[in-house]
């Protein structure tokens, strides 16, 4: 039943394909296992189908949006997995179950962010070390960090100030009951990525880098400068998807585990080039739900976890697939 | 990085096939075995598990004897998670109960086969440990490694097993089944006939964990419980909600078994979130379990796989380097279960969330400190 949904997804993709180049096939997509949920779980529609749906994405989502500014520069950031983990593990030992602590608590996690997004690009841009090692290194380097804090038993909750993000739901709201306090986070933070990245220079400068370095730097890009910031961007987003995830599900020492690849699969859905210079940030936002919807369903039809693993790869590949044609059509107009 | 790690093991566990099919996790015999010691009475100590035993057979030690101090060596499977954390801290403080130890030696394979085969083979080369113990990683990779070491020292095996009888003895609680058919039977009990039941699971073809499942498979069909599903959480508290609330969506979930309770809260929570009375669920002795069971009062059983079976393979090597008899071939000791009963003796808010409160750890030398505690 997938395959024939993913299949129906590619028909009018690819007829409107000729009319339409720029709609990104990740939507359609998304649209397709979005209706293949419902199918499966009528009770998808329900609030509380669909807004816990959001509410779950959106971490991912975030990262993926702050993983694209990397991957349009021309590189990768694997540490953002393990940001999330000391964002999570560094939060519970400093917050240390006082509630009052989580205002200066989550801005100290922010500045360190900042400062493993710096060190990054530093490496990257001064020592010339490629960003797949530069960050490898950060990532093993941040794990150990968030082992050594806590000897791998964090003090402390989280306390329901600091997970008021990842957890809270506002009630009482209008046609859809409820809004997830996540979703609002993702939504604020989705439409500041895209203005940075579409609507700025910044944006302009980390295609252009990303497309052609050597061209770039002889254009008068600050090459080091924009590569910095790229990696800060990312970074910082993840320090924001550890507070959604820790805040979702509380402490624990291994949850950003496996978050980087997710990631950088959601901007590959999402149409982005792996070696720079072409991505987009809604595309990959919404790639990352369409990671997230692929668990869903696959959740929801209850397979056997073997053929669920086969199922959901072959998704994947589809959806990739679906993504590379987009791009090779739009790349000959 | 997880995903590529369970291809990984996918393709091994593929290749391995014929070796783990003879492997079996559903054994009655031993189900009868397990299920008449959980209530049988052990010897030695009373209020010291950790030094009781379970029959009389006793392993000849005199060979061994030798004259102190001691430097006993640890190759250690991993730290990699909360329980092992609680455990190696209980190893370490046991060692400061015994003068005649020099030193502790200790390995750590960080979670990898290999690595603790090379660790072992350094250990013996090294000449300096009066004794090892191994706590291995996986039980087929590590028992050629296990067998080069008994030829050379005596060897003491605890918490997973090796497919020799080459040591000294093998240190355990009473075991997988046991922990299955205290949280199954608990759950059989408290619901009605026919309820649902999810299952969730960490990872699967880890032995005890099977075993634990396969218990409590068996006693929810004797007691016609309905399992809607039996899914692994990897042990990720985000994705254990993920999952219940997916279940929750498509039906009303009864009752929550567990074979590994470090998740238990982020399940609970899903009930929470989605505004709907908690569940019958079987936790384990994780002190953010134990403290959200004492708040809330649902009805639970927390079955442990105690960490207090970290000090005994620390005074079984004294015993056997002093030539003194220990239980063996295997040292099987008490598995106790914390119930509504005895919750009060377990629940410690001073500890911290990860804490596994069957440590036998508060007469320790620097507790509660050293374990995270204020």
């Known amino acids: 039943m997938i395959q024939e949904t993913v299949d129906s997804a590619k028909v009018p993709g690819a007829a409107r394909g000729g009319r339409l180049p720029k709609i990104n096939p990740v939507f359609f997509v998304l649209a397709a296992l979005l209706v293949a949920i419902t199918l499966s779980n009528p009770n998808f529609v329900e609030p509380m189908g669909y807004m816990n749906f959001l509410k779950r994405a959106a971490p991912l989502a975030i990262l993926a949006a702050g993983q694209i500014y990397v991957i349009v520069s021309g590189g990768f950031d694997l540490s953002v997995g393990s940001v999330i983990t000391l964002t999570v593990v560094g939060s519970s030992m400093l917050l240390n179950n006082n509630a009052d602590a989580a205002w200066w608590v989550i801005p100290v996690m922010y500045a360190v962010g900042l400062a493993v997004g710096v060190v990054n690009g530093l490496v990257v841009s001064y020592l010339r070390v490629p960003s797949l090692i530069a960050t490898l290194g950060m990532m093993i380097t941040l794990n150990g960090a968030a082992f050594m804090w806590s000897s791998g038993s964090p003090r402390g909750y989280l306390p329901d100030t600091f997970r008021f993000f990842g957890r809270v739901n506002i009630q009482g709201i209008p046609l859809i009951q409820f809004l997830p306090v996540a979703l609002l986070v993702l939504i604020v933070v989705g439409i500041g990525l895209f203005w940075l990245m579409h609507r700025t220079n910044l944006g302009r400068l980390l295609h252009a880098i990303g497309d052609n370095p050597r061209a770039a730097q002889m254009s008068g890009v600050p090459l080091e400068r924009v590569r910095i910031i790229a990696f800060v961007v990312s970074s910082l987003s993840a320090v924001t998807a550890g507070i959604l995830l820790g805040g979702f599900a509380g402490v624990s020492t291994d949850v950003g585990v496996g978050y980087e690849l997710q990631a950088i699969t959601a901007c590959v859905i999402g149409g982005a080039q792996l070696l720079g210079g072409r991505g987009s940030v809604p595309a990959s936002i919404a790639g990352a739900l369409t990671l997230t919807a692929i668990f869903t369903l696959l959740n929801f039809i209850g397979l056997p976890k073997p053929v669920r693993d086969v199922v959901q790869g072959v998704i994947l590949i589809v959806a990739v697939v679906l993504a590379t044609y987009r791009r090779n059509r739009a790349g000959r107009t | ?374």
């Open chain 2, 1 to 374: 990085m997880k995903k590529l790690l369970t291809a990984a093991l996918s393709a091994a566990l593929f290749a391995s096939t014929a070796q783990a099919q003879q492997l079996n996790f559903d054994d009655p015999a031993e189900f009868a075995r397990q299920r008449e010691m959980l209530t049988a009475k052990a010897n030695g100590p009373e209020g010291e598990p950790w030094v009781q035993y379970y029959g009389d057979q006793m392993a000849d030690t005199a060979k061994y004897k030798k004259e102190g101090p001691y430097t006993i060596c640890f190759s250690n499977a991993g730290v990699n998670n909360a329980w092992r954390v609680t455990g190696w801290t209980n190893m370490q403080a046991e060692v400061k109960l015994h003068p005649e130890i020099k030193e502790l030696i200790h390995v750590d394979a960080e979670g990898s086969d290999d690595k603790q085969i090379s660790d072992i083979d350094d250990l013996i080369n090294g000449g300096k440990c009066s004794v090892l113990i191994v706590s291995p990683n996986t039980t087929a990779a590590l028992t050629p490694a296990v067998e080069k070491a008994c030829a050379k020292l005596p060897v003491i095996v605890f918490d997973r097993g090796v497919n020799t009888k080459c040591p000294v003895t093998f240190i355990h609680p009473v075991g997988g089944y046991g922990f299955g058919i205290q949280a199954g039977e608990f759950v059989a009990a408290t619901a009605p006939a026919g309820a649902n039941v999810l299952m969730l699971r960490i990872v699967p073809g880890v032995d005890v964990l099977e075993t634990r499942a396969s218990a409590a498979k068996r006693i929810f069909k004797e007691k016609g419980l309905n399992v809607i599903g039996e899914e692994f959480t990897e042990g990720d508290n985000a994705k254990t909600k993920s999952i219940v609330e997916d279940y929750l969506q498509r039906g009303s979930i009864d009752a929550i078994w567990m074979d590994a309770g470090a998740t238990a809260v982020a399940a609970l929570e899903a009930f929470e979130d989605s505004s709907l009375p908690l569940p019958i669920i079987t936790g384990e002795d994780q002190q953010d379990f134990l403290m959200k069971w004492k708040a809330e009062g649902f009805k639970a059983i927390a079955p442990t796989y105690p960490t207090y079976q970290w000090r005994t393979p620390i005074i079984a090597a004294v015993k056997v380097l002093k030539g003194e008899a220990v239980p063996g071939p295997e040292w099987v000791m008490p598995q106790p279960a914390i119930t509504a009963e005895t919750l009060d003796l377990y629940v410690n808010d001073k500890m911290p969330p990860l804490h596994h409160a069957m440590c036998g750890c508060e007469k320790l030398p620097d507790y509660p400190a050293a374990w995270g505690g204020q």
